[in-house]
């Protein structure tokens, strides 16, 4: 138990530490609150000068409330509970294997560090969004998990920052999930990653922009803001009532599997879900409604 009382305090100590070299330090490439404040402004640059929904004011509804949630869940979550969480979870599940002789490193299929350095991040890459994709599925497919991610659904009004409002409870499960998968692969170098990061949280941005973009043919591989859009219509197709489009990166997922539904262009489609004029408008009431919520039936 000591052990594990040490990991949750050096997780504070050090994630605290690392913020304030965030904040401090701005000449390392890899600045996570720097980029993401850069990949922000020059997104909502191009929503400014590129809207799709040219009637949506450029403080859209709830812009505050998303700008705030995207440093909240990026940064200040991480510090409240996240990393003291993973890292103990990691260790308890490492203590776990040991039991049964057992070590994660024995369920590795190869090292990435043997690799050519575009390979191991590709296959980094294709193997979390898959694993991710998966997750949103997930949450979509059970209630108690719905109720979790009701929260990103309750934007009525879409802009960069709605990718990032989530309820603090989703990162759990994502990171839950893609732990093992990833722990299969080995290890990566932390800048190596951020490479990766950076371009999903770039994707991320422009699926939920207030933008009119699909890529052309690189639709059917990448998610976009046409194709994004429907996974947020609050009228969904009786063939698909857990949801479509489930894409975070990549969109190739939705086609492969068929989960893709682009009827038309969904520019004035109503945003949301079934009964969400009854949903809290306010953060903290947003991050409460799972433990208060009615308790419904998991259908199958």
Same mark, same amino acid.
């Given at each position: 138990m000591e052990k594990y009382l040490d990991i949750i305090?050096?997780?504070?100590?050090? *994630?605290?530490n690392y913020l304030k070299h965030e904040l401090i330090d701005i000449n390392h490439w890899d600045n996570y609150f720097y980029g993401l404040i850069i990949i922000s402004?020059? +997104?909502w640059i191009l929503e400014i000068a590129f809207p799709w929904r040219k009637n949506q004011a450029i403080f859209r509804k709830d812009f505050w409330l998303d700008t705030f949630y995207m440093f909240f869940n990026f940064f200040l979550l991480n510090l409240i509970v996240f990393i003291a969480l993973s890292n103990t979870v990691a260790e308890f599940f490492n203590d776990s294997l040991g039991l049964i002789g057992l070590n994660v490193k024995d369920f590795e299929l190869f090292d990435v560090d043997k690799l050519p350095k575009w390979l191991g991040l590709f296959i980094f890459f294709i193997v979390a969004d898959f694993v991710q994709w998966n997750t949103h599925r997930l949450l979509h497919r059970f209630n108690w998990l719905w109720n979790f991610h009701k929260v990103h659904h309750s934007v009525k009004e879409m802009g960069f920052a709605a990718h990032l409002r989530y309820h603090w409870m989703e990162p759990v499960m994502y990171k839950s999930l893609l732990y093992i998968p990833i722990a299969i692969i080995g290890g990566f170098d932390a800048q190596d990653v951020a490479i990766i990061h950076f371009f999903n949280i770039t994707i991320g941005h422009l699926n939920h922009a207030n933008l009119g973009w699909n890529y052309g043919f690189l639709k059917y591989i990448f998610n976009n803001p046409k194709m994004?859009?429907?996974h947020h219509a609050k009228e969904l197709p009786q063939h698909a009532r857990y949801g +479509?489009?489930?894409g975070i990166t990549l969109s190739?997922? =939705?086609?492969?599997?068929?989960? =893709? *539904?682009?009827?038309? =262009?969904?520019? =004035?489609?109503?945003?949301g879900f079934e009964g969400d004029e009854d949903f809290p408008k306010d953060f903290v009431s947003q991050e409460l409604y799972p433990a208060f919520s009615k308790k419904r039936k998991v259908e199958l």
């Open positions: 305090k050096n997780s504070y100590s050090g *994630y605290w402004i020059l +997104v994004h859009i429907w +479509v489009n489930f190739l997922w =939705d086609y492969i599997f068929k989960t =893709d *539904y682009i009827p038309h =262009d969904g520019r =004035d489609i109503e945003l």
